[in-house]
């Protein structure tokens, strides 16, 4: 479980766009139940959600990297 | 007397000497040009001079993609080319392939040399290019902190997603320890950990772009583990660097849109899919719906009350039928009945008394049919259609009645 947690949160934009991108095909299947339905749409709606969870929503000014690695303002 | 020749067999025989020469088959040749005219044509025919004297040259419209200046009187140029006889002046000329600003000479030799040197390894090779990830957070810069490069990439990350991570190797460019500086800074970038790199500059002289053509930063980008986009000088520079990278952008402005990727643009993407998500939602909700009415309607026809009403109709139809038969059984009887009374009738023994006999019944209840049956003085009854008659017997008297 922690496991699985854990590699939702790596999962890439990208990643997760081909999971949506599924769920849509399952919503738009002819003999899906209503209950899949509902389930997709939750996954789904989660699925949107950490998009924007993804994207962290601070303006960042640019950073430079020193000679010992270490970042400072530019 | 000696052999006589043509004026066609001698240039011939030139010309064949000139196209066996190996060296003349493929010449660099530096000098001052002179005498130029762009001709209508789209051939180009000038001269090339020194102190000692002058060579005639011509490029030809076929071959001016190996011109990238407008050439013009004095400049001092490198010609790449064929020396060939042109047979109708029987002068030899210089065949022009490719022209280049001197200065940019040996520069130019040394980049087509590793160029083809690493083009054989495969460091170009498709196959080890890295797809640039479509949504970096960190992204890498190996470029001067000064200058138009580093303020180009910031200004069009800002605009296109002000929330990517920027990170600058503040790198030296150009001059002494410039190769060394930027393939440091392709590891240090590796290693603070970003998604993409860009590595470049601004433009400047073949000279000044030298360090992207070093081997050195050739072999840091294609051991880069991180995707690097090459973005040195203008659209026309190019660079080992360039060939080297997983991707070539024309300058560090375009590298910036290659690299950053656009939120409003992922912001409308998300948008949309939540509303395609929504929408199929409610029109299955909807056919949902519909499916339950059509249902409503089949159950409301199958519903037992309906059936029950049919059985209670059938019921009263076969009760009415048989109150029918009976009605009529019984007006039957009821015929037979006054039939068997009338028969009845007829048959009476009060009918008879009727017609003047009577019955006589003893004192014992019996009916008397013979004189053995009473003796003198016993009581009588007489029955006739009006009454009882009591009677009592005076005398019995025998008489044969034949």
């Known amino acids: ?74 | 007397m000696q052999n006589v020749y043509t004026v066609k067999q001698v240039n011939a025989y030139i010309k064949n000497m000139f196209t066996q020469d190996y060296m003349l088959g493929r010449i660099y040749v530096k000098g001052e040009v002179s005498n130029c005219k762009y001709h209508t044509s789209g051939h180009i025919y000038f001269s090339l001079k020194d102190e000692s004297g002058t060579i005639a040259c011509v490029m030809f419209a076929g071959q001016r993609g190996g011109l990238s200046f407008r050439m013009s009187e004095g400049q001092q140029v490198i010609v790449m080319g064929a020396v060939n006889v042109y047979e109708r002046s029987g002068s030899y000329q210089l065949y022009a392939k490719e022209i280049r600003l001197d200065g940019e000479g040996v520069l130019y030799e040394k980049f087509q040399m590793l160029k083809h040197e690493l083009e054989e390894m495969g460091m170009f090779a498709s196959e080890y290019k890295k797809p640039i990830p479509d949504y970096a957070q960190r992204i890498g810069v190996v470029t001067a902190p000064t200058g138009a490069a580093v303020r180009d990439i910031m200004n069009i990350a800002r605009r296109r997603n002000p929330y990517v991570q920027l990170i600058l190797y503040p790198a030296q460019v150009q001059g002494e320890g410039a190769k060394e500086s930027i393939v440091r800074g392709i590891r240090m970038l590796q290693q603070a950990g970003v998604d993409v790199m860009i590595v470049g500059r601004g433009g400047g002289s073949i000279e000044d772009l030298w360090a992207f053509n070093e081997e050195e930063v050739a072999r840091a980008i294609f051991d880069c583990p991180v995707p690097v986009i090459s973005a040195v000088g203008h659209e026309t520079d190019t660079t080992i660097a360039d060939y080297v990278a997983d991707l070539r952008a024309p300058t560090p402005s375009a590298a910036a849109e290659l690299a950053v990727y656009d939120y409003r643009k992922l912001s409308g993407e998300l948008a949309e899919a939540k509303v395609r998500l929504s929408r199929l939602m409610r029109q299955k909700i909807q056919m949902e719906r519909l499916r339950t009415r059509e249902y409503q309607t089949k159950l409301k026809y199958l519903h037992p009350e309906h059936k029950l009403r049919e059985q209670q109709q059938w019921l009263s139809d076969m009760e009415d039928r048989l109150r029918a038969f009976m009605q009529s059984k019984l007006m039957e009887a009821r015929h037979r009945l006054a039939v068997n009374v009338e028969t009845m009738k007829g048959l009476s023994p009060v009918g008879k008394l009727n017609q003047g006999y009577s019955y006589v019944q003893s004192t014992a209840g019996r009916a008397v049919k013979t004189i053995r049956d009473v003796k003198k003085d016993d009581r009588l009854s007489i029955y006739v259609t009006d009454g009882i008659i009591r009677a009592v017997v005076d005398e019995v008297k025998e008489e044969e009645h034949g």
């Open chain 1, 1 to 74: 479980m922690a496991k699985a947690e854990k590699e939702r949160k790596d999962q890439t934009l990208n990643e997760i766009f081909g999971e949506l991108e599924e769920v849509i095909k399952g919503l738009e299947a002819e003999d899906v139940s209503l209950e899949d339905s509902f389930r997709l749409y939750h996954s789904g709606m989660d699925m949107l959600k950490r998009c924007s969870d993804k994207v962290d929503k601070i303006e960042k000014q640019m950073l430079v990297l020193d000679e010992e690695g270490e970042t400072h303002d530019f």
